[in-house]
């Protein structure tokens, strides 16, 4: 997105684009992984044009504290880290590192805190191990969306201290829009495309016989998962009279 492309027409022509890769790969294998690399270029390629100006960031992949935090994913980007995880869950555990047990953890323990709680409680995302993201070259957009120039502010904040903290105004924006961008390409092919809580859906995903093929059938099979305060139905409207 140029300086004078608007909002709105950067919506449109990335919802167009994900609905073309969903026309074009419904029926493969694929699908999840091309979403995913498509919202995550966009993603990049914006946010580096519309952060010219901005300070530098002092989020360099070697911080936890915002994984602490609760992530709400697209299913496209649960599916793509569940894939990770069920093909590297042995190779981790030869290391000790038990990520399916940690998941299933997780989704117990934190599954459906709401935003409030999850920071009271400061439980770590099942994928962080020794301070690093095992997955972070596919961490979902809400991952990439949260970066701050003070890293010493961001984890107070991070915490549940009351202070202010920077963050960059275009990774929110741009986060927002090719997310809504996707989830307005899936709603419009019929297939679920709601918010998920990245721990249980996580879970439900590796746990549930064929649930990618029930979710490319136009089924939902992480609706246990779902962010229960975002309204399908408010956002489908907010779709709609942006004329997706
Ligand atoms: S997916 Fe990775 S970056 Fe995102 S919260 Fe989990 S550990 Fe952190």
């Given at each position: 997105m140029s300086a004078d492309v608007s909002s709105s027409d950067f919506f449109r022509a990335a919802t167009n684009g994900f609905s073309e890769t969903i026309n074009a790969c419904?029926?493969?294998?694929e699908l999840v992984a091309l979403l995913c690399a498509q919202a995550f270029d966009g993603f990049a390629q914006n946010v580096a044009i519309q952060s010219q100006g901005e300070p530098a960031l002092?989020?360099?992949?070697?911080?936890?504290?915002?994984?602490r935090l609760r992530v709400a994913a697209t299913a496209p980007e649960i599916f793509l880290l569940a894939r990770f995880v069920s093909v590297n869950a042995a190779a981790f555990a030869e290391r000790d590192v038990m990520l399916l047990e940690r998941i299933a953890d997780a989704d117990r323990t934190?599954?459906?805190?709401?935003e409030e709680q999850r920071m009271l409680v400061q439980y770590a995302c099942p994928l962080i191990e020794g301070g690093l993201c095992l997955a972070y070259k596919i961490r979902p957009l809400a991952c990439r969306g949260h970066?701050?120039?003070d890293k010493a502010s961001c984890v107070a904040a991070a915490r549940g201290k009351d202070v202010e903290t920077a963050v960059s105004a275009a990774h929110l924006m741009v986060r927002g829009l090719v997310q809504n961008a996707l989830m307005a390409a899936l709603r419009r092919a019929g297939l679920a495309w709601g918010l998920y809580e990245v721990s249980r859906a996580l879970h439900v995903a590796l746990s549930a016989p064929n649930a990618l093929e029930q979710w490319i059938s136009g089924?939902?099979?992480l609706a246990l998962a779902r962010?229960?305060?975002?309204?399908l139905v408010e956002a489908g409207a907010i779709f709609d009279a942006a004329g997706e």
């Open positions: 419904r029926t493969r294998p002092a989020c360099h992949g070697e911080c936890e504290a915002c994984c934190i599954g459906g805190l709401s970066a701050a120039f089924r939902d099979p962010i229960p305060e975002f309204d």
